[in-house]
């Protein structure tokens, strides 16, 4: 499936001055001269003097494959094209703003000076013969807006001439056997005046926006102006964060508040790497270049972070939802926080700043695994590991010997994560691996049911629960199979292999159109039944553990508990509907940004004309999703014990809230203590209560986010629960 890449240079000249209209200058259709080499090319090709009457010509786009170009050849590494084009009035250009649709990777200049590059790293000019980095679409056929990037005026000012100036591309492909190869592109001027000296823009030119304001925070990120951002290793950046607290309007001119430092930068993503709006890895750094751990959003503190950029998903919230949906079983899942993303001066959406899976405090695990951990105790925990794609890099510690579910072809890998594998020793790597093949043989024996000899004392059963009813509430077709995560607690904290933390629901919740992905009926777990044998398959355990009565027993008891409170279907209703409410503003200027709105974009099961109509397909999609699962989760549940206090004497309400939430009791307490506590367990609120039937906690000024009330009463009954703050 073919997905429109374009990408965009913004950039400022001279004074800031208001643009009265944009004219395209350069349009893929003009004649171009272009050279398909068969040895190396003088370095000086790119500059205005170079001679090029030796080069053919022919009108862009320049490639083969995809019937979406106007100049054809062969199959080749790369193709290199020049235009000349005239500038009238150097005072009239306020900005310019280049467009390349292009498979596999690109290098930009503007008479011999780089203005960019994507997906290919070399120093100075890639030689002829390089390939790319990696795959990537060229698909302008499909719709969609592009990204853009802003360059220092200073660069503009300095490089483009008055009168003749010269456009120059290298494209280079992914091998000699790939099937297609492309390179379509424009340049587009901002004219501060009434004159018309170019030409009109193409039809699905949308042109950038000034962005002041916004009541999400505001992440400011400054690569230097020249760099592009590849997708390894990080570069040199700086990241400012104005956040002036929940309900408070951030400006672009506010002081840099909640972080104001350097950081690495690095693109990442695998699917998702090919849209059009890029996802970051972010390192924050002290003034020397050292990682620093710090709490950004009062999340725990670390050094790693991801800003996870929802393209298409066009709700912009369904990690978000996940990941909430993954704290209300009271258990980590990464912490997020909305925000409105500014790179190099130029507008990039709406964005989740969200934490990275680690062993950290506050996040996964207690202890620290260091290479001379070999034996007792230390040797037992904590890893992280996870089943994944490879893209990002083999980190496969070793490969299953058991396959896939009933039926199902291929492997599984299990691949380290934390720690990577090249910090294991040997020592770790086959305890970890003994201990999982233990775990496996057991839960693919004969006895495999039984409490004692079967899996159940390698696990933490109630976690693999929890992340199979989140996965499954979802229909997450990249759940159990990509992005799935397992930790190993230390011998001294348990031992147990648990399940989670959850991570990448963006093709969830009905966003996926192959696989079943969009049908509110039926298991992700029979992911071969529905999808066939190509590409990853889920591992054996999760379809094997739902055999086991017990294991249906409680996941029955536990649906039905979570459905009783925080998944009950207008809980969850009333929090999609919050969250869209606090994003109304900033979609409106995400989807100016990226007009994808009414257009498919890979693999939407749904595409809405507005993004109302995206949040209501998202609410009926999860009511009629959790009707399925009500009348057809697997064993019974005729046993539920529903705490009295926690469902009908103790009330909280409301349950979201963004001002005053209620804590009432049916009868006089003479003694009670309510505390509220962040995720982290911090203690935010204490009060002592006496002689009362009732009282309030102000949230108004707690950041959005999920909360834990404690009630004791002078019963010595302890009630618990989950507060959603908006």
């Not at 901002?190 to 030409?199: A, E, K, L, V």
């Not at 030119?205 to 925070?217: E, G, I, R």
């Not at 400012?240 to 002081?255: A, K, L, S």
């Not at 230390?378 to 893209?391: A, F, H, N, Q, R």
Request: aromatic share 14%; net charge negative; proline share 5%.
């Amino acid at each position: 499936m073919k997905l429109l890449i374009t990408f965009a240079i913004l950039v400022s000249f001279g004074a800031r001055s208001a643009v009265d209209h944009w004219e395209t200058v350069v349009y893929e259709s003009d004649t171009w001269r272009y050279l398909v080499p068969t040895s190396a090319v003088t370095s000086t090709w790119n500059t205005l003097a170079f001679n090029d009457a030796s080069w053919s010509t022919g009108p862009g786009g320049f490639g083969y494959g995809d019937g979406d170009d106007a100049t054809t050849f062969g199959v080749s590494a790369s193709c290199y094209q020049r235009i000349i084009f005239s500038i009238t009035d150097l005072s009239a250009i306020d900005k310019a703003i280049f467009n390349i649709d292009y498979d596999d990777a690109f290098v930009a200049y503007l008479n011999g000076v780089e203005i960019t590059r994507d997906n290919i790293t070399s120093v100075g000019q890639p030689p002829f013969s390089q390939f790319s980095d990696g795959l990537h679409e060229a698909v302008m056929y499909t719709g969609g807006y592009p990204n853009q990037y802003t360059l220092d005026a200073a660069f503009l000012s300095a490089n483009l001439n008055l009168g003749n100036n010269v456009l120059c591309i290298q494209t280079h492909n992914e091998s000699t056997v790939s099937s297609d190869m492309s390179s379509r592109a424009f340049l587009s001027l901002g004219i501060n005046n009434t004159s018309n000296d170019y030409g009109p823009t193409p039809a699905w030119f949308v042109p950038p926006f000034d962005f002041s304001s916004s009541n999400l925070p505001i992440v400011v990120i400054d690569t230097y102006l020249s760099m592009t951002i590849p997708d390894d290793p990080k570069i040199d950046a700086t990241m400012g964060i104005i956040y002036n607290g929940e309900g408070v309007i951030n400006n672009m001119t506010d002081p840099f508040n909640e972080y104001n430092g350097d950081i690495g930068i690095e693109r990442r993503g695998s699917s998702s790497g090919g849209f059009a709006k890029k996802q970051w890895g972010l390192e924050t750094r002290d003034p020397a270049g050292n990682s620093a751990n710090v709490s950004i959003f009062n999340m725990a503190y670390d050094n790693d972070w991801v800003l996870y950029a929802p393209y298409s998903d066009k709700s912009l919230l369904r990690n978000v939802l996940s990941y909430k949906m993954g704290w209300d079983t009271d258990r980590y899942a990464p912490r997020t926080k909305l925000c409105e993303v500014v790179l190099n001066g130029e507008y990039q959406g709406v964005y989740v700043f969200t934490e990275k899976i680690k062993r950290k405090d506050g996040k996964v695990g207690n202890n620290d695994l260091e290479p001379w951990d070999v034996s007792g105790n230390e040797v037992t925990g904590d890893y992280i590991l996870k089943v994944d794609k490879t893209t990002a890099g083999n980190s496969t510690i070793w490969t299953s010997s058991y396959p896939p579910y009933t039926g199902a072809p291929g492997l599984i890998n299990i691949q380290a994560h934390d720690p990577e594998l090249d910090s294991l020793v040997p020592a770790q790597m086959t305890y970890i691996e003994n201990v999982f093949t233990a775990f496996e043989a057991a839960l693919d024996g004969p006895n495999f049911a039984d409490p004692v000899l079967g899996y159940a004392p390698f696990v933490d059963m109630g976690s693999y629960i929890d992340f199979m009813l989140v996965n499954e509430f979802g229909k997450n077709v990249d759940g159990y199979r990509i992005s799935t995560y397992f930790h190993k607690k230390r011998f001294s904290d348990g031992g147990e292999l648990v399940a989670g933390p959850l991570w990448d629901f963006n093709l969830a919740w009905g966003n996926a159109n192959y696989c079943d992905g969009g049908n509110t009926a039926g298991w992700e777990i029979d992911f071969y039944t529905i999808c066939g044998g190509g590409g990853l398959q889920n591992p054996f355990w999760f379809e094997k553990m739902v055999q086991d009565p017990t294991f249906a027993h409680d996941m029955n008891c536990r649906w039905q508990e979570m459905r009783m409170g925080a998944w009950h279907t207008d809980t969850l209703s009333a929090y999609v509907d919050s969250m869209a409410a606090y994003l109304e503003e900033a979609q409106t200027r995400n989807f100016q940004k990226w007009s994808v709105l009414g257009t498919y974009l890979w693999p939407n099961n749904y595409v809405g004309a507005t993004y109302a109509e995206e949040i209501a397909y998202l609410k009926t999609w999860i009511t009629d999703r959790a009707a399925w699962m009500d009348a057809n989760m697997f064993g019974t549940c005729d046993d539920l014990a529903v705490d009295e206090n926690a469902y009908s004497r103790l009330r909280v309400f409301p349950n979201p809230s963004d001002g005053v939430v209620n804590i009432e009791f049916p009868t006089e307490v003479s003694n009670a203590q309510v505390m509220l506590y962040d995720a982290t367990g911090r203690v935010l609120v204490t009060q002592h209560l006496s002689n009362t039937y009732a009282t309030k906690l102000d949230v108004s000024t707690l950041p959005a986010g999920m909360y834990t009330y404690k009630v004791i009463e002078d019963t010595n009954h302890t009630t618990t629960g989950k507060l959603s703050v908006n």
